[in-house]
């Protein structure tokens, strides 16, 4: 998309006064400020004529967000995160969902309905759901991709962040061929600091032996910040409940949500439903 020079996009908040209130105390979100710092973000973005970034403030707003409203931060995450895409065809070039429909559709994935008690949106994935012989490693990642495009047009996802559950069971050696040292870079880069989405847990389930030698792959290309969010569970899913609230979580691993059947089903149809979008 070219970038112009239109006027801001009559932006108006959406938070409640308790995101509000959280965006103020960590994001450095002032309301009367806001917009001024959108504009400054727009300014330093039109020094760069080589980045085309749709002039948006919502689109901005999240990468301010994502930078405690560092005008100079924002505009690297900016960069990085243009730069990741162009050098990732083999994800980015067709974020449709329904190039990746048959892992969707398959139950791999789901962003869990509703919210935890952090206000956290949950991301879950069902490993033995992915048929290595189906689909690649990026299209796996692509599917991460798009729901993370997909959910961080929310504000309370942009200031709440997101938690992230991996139920490891079923993963195999024909799983870990496709996860070498190239893939566990991308995923490491974009996961760590090329994307605005506030990442806040991990939580791997269920976790197989031949775990330890594919993080051993990634572990070096995630940052420290990121490694120390990691949380392993093994069988044990109910310590989950330590971190994720049970209204959050599917009835399989001891919530009082939607069966996980059920959000992978919902989640698949709003996703294909907003085609047009990616």
């Known amino acids: 998309m070219e970038q112009t020079t239109s006027p801001p996009s009559g932006y108006t908040c959406k938070l409640s006064e ?11 979100e002032d309301p009367s400020t806001r917009l001024a710092m959108v504009e400054a973000l727009r300014e330093r973005i039109q020094q760069s004529p080589d980045l085309c970034i749709p002039d948006d ?17 924002a505009f690297k995450l900016l960069e990085k995160y243009h730069k990741w895409r162009a050098q990732s065809p083999e ?7 329904s190039s990746v429909r048959g892992l969707l559709e398959a139950g791999y994935h789901a962003a869990l309905p509703g919210r935890d008690q952090d206000g956290r949106k949950v991301m879950f ?6 048929d290595p012989y189906q689909f690649s490693a ?3 990642f692509r599917v991460s991709m798009i729901s993370s495009e997909k959910i961080i047009q929310e504000e309370d996802t942009q200031v709440h962040g997101i938690a992230m559950i991996a139920d490891l069971a079923g993963l195999s050696f024909s799983h870990a061929y496709q996860i070498g040292p190239r893939v566990a870079k991308k995923i490491g880069s974009i996961t760590t600091d090329a994307f605005p989405i506030r990442v806040k847990e991990i939580h791997l389930l269920n976790q197989p032996m031949l775990f330890d030698a594919i993080f051993a792959i990634i572990k ?12 392993l569970h093994g069988p044990k899913t109910e310590t989950l409940l330590q971190y994720v609230d049970r209204d959050a979580l599917p009835p399989e691993y ?6 996980l059947d059920e959000a992978c089903r919902l989640w698949t149809d709003t996703l294909l439903a907003c085609e047009d979008e990616f």
């Not at 919502?58 to 990468?63: K, M, V």
């Open 18 to 28: 308790e995101a509000l209130k959280k965006a103020r105390e960590e994001l450095n």
């Open 57 to 73: 403030d919502h689109i901005l707003l999240r990468f301010l967000r994502a930078r405690y409203f560092d005008v100079e931060q």
């Open 91 to 97: 994800i980015c070039s067709n974020m449709r969902p």
């Open 125 to 130: 994935y069902r490993i033995g759901k992915w």
């Open 138 to 140: 990026y299209e796996v």
């Open 220 to 231: 070096p290309f995630m940052s420290e910040k990121m490694r120390n969010r990691i949380h």
């Open 254 to 259: 001891g919530g009082t949500g939607p069966p």
